[in-house]
């Protein structure tokens, strides 16, 4: 698939049919998310790939009723627990070396949109769940001490297409030179 | 280009030519940034592109001397300033909803990713630059209040082809049900 194309047409999926992916698919998808670059390349990111029913639905119990993805959780076949190695990303010596502290964030980040563009072209659907209480789902499964669960991500075959959402057009969110400048 | 080349092909670029990306090829990458997914669909990523040379130099005294990429921030013909709306990511009715703060590290990221693969794609390089003092540079580009400078990426054609930096193995870095399980 032309790189655009998985760009344009990726979509976040919450309803998913039964069938399970490939293990050719989920490796493909995890080689991807391998390939990001990181924070002196320090690949912060560990993921715990949940099949187990049982567990699927213990975490669907760490989102509020309210986050449209609630249900996804337990739908999919695949819930993949995004983690990070606290303490490293954003980090020299064990200090944060900026004002954002922690940069495990922008790192996962990186290495999911590899990951959710790879299983578009295989496919398969994914939507980011960040609205979730992360310490229980990290209690449910076992994450030790420096280490912080970031997401949930369902993934798994679209039931539908998913919904188009607007974005901003580009000269809201571009400036020139200095802050605010719509000249070049 | 194939996603998963553009994927793999992708490098951290630190020496550029003078030559200047054509508009067609910014407005391409900045397109592919635009279609990102983010928190809420909030899209809270705001670029300033550099050209202007005093500027240029002005940005790279935010870097220490010992990050690799400093001398990039004035070689590169294009600087992105990368910026992002605090209290939105992560937020709901201006109230961090999760103990992971604001989500602007992670928004900005899954946009840089699309936007560096794209500019990939075009020929063109980019380096992620987080290690600077941000403040400086929001003084140097006037930032308002309630937007802060995530990073800097010099963008321009590549001197000569990056370096291949190393992946960890699959095995690594994933688990199966819970953490630490290697066995599927």
Redesign the interface.
């Known amino acids: 698939?032309?790189?655009?194309d998985?760009?344009?047409g990726?979509r976040?999926i919450r309803k998913y049919t039964d069938d399970m992916p490939s293990d050719d698919d989920i490796?493909?998808i995890?080689?991807?998310a391998?390939?990001?670059?990181s924070?002196a390349?320090t690949?912060c990111?560990?993921?715990?790939?949940?099949?187990?029913a049982e567990?699927k639905e213990k975490l669907a119990t760490t989102l509020p009723e309210t986050n449209p993805a609630h249900k996804a959780v337990t739908m999919a076949p695949v819930v993949i627990v995004v983690?990070a190695k606290k303490g490293i990303s954003?980090h020299?010596k064990g200090k944060a070396?900026?004002?954002?502290g922690d940069?495990l964030?922008?790192?996962?980040?990186?290495a999911?949109?590899?990951l959710?563009?790879?299983a578009y072209?295989r496919g398969l659907g994914t939507v980011?769940t960040?609205?979730?209480d992360?310490?229980k789902a990290e209690e449910i499964?076992?994450?030790?001490d420096g280490?912080?669960v970031?997401e949930l991500l369902p993934l798994g075959y679209p039931e539908k297409e998913g919904r188009v959402?607007?974005?901003?057009e580009?000269q809201e969110?571009?400036?020139?030179?200095?802050?605010?400048r719509k000249e070049?």
């Open positions: 698939m032309e790189l655009m998985a760009i344009r990726r976040s490796g493909y995890l080689e991807a391998r390939q990001a670059p924070w390349n690949q990111w560990e993921f715990v790939l949940v099949t187990d567990t983690c954003g020299f070396v900026t004002d954002k940069w964030l922008f790192d996962v980040a990186l999911l949109q590899n959710t563009l790879a072209e980011h960040g609205f979730f992360s310490r499964i076992n994450v030790p280490v912080t970031v959402t607007p974005r901003k580009i969110f571009v400036f020139y030179n200095t802050y605010g070049k």
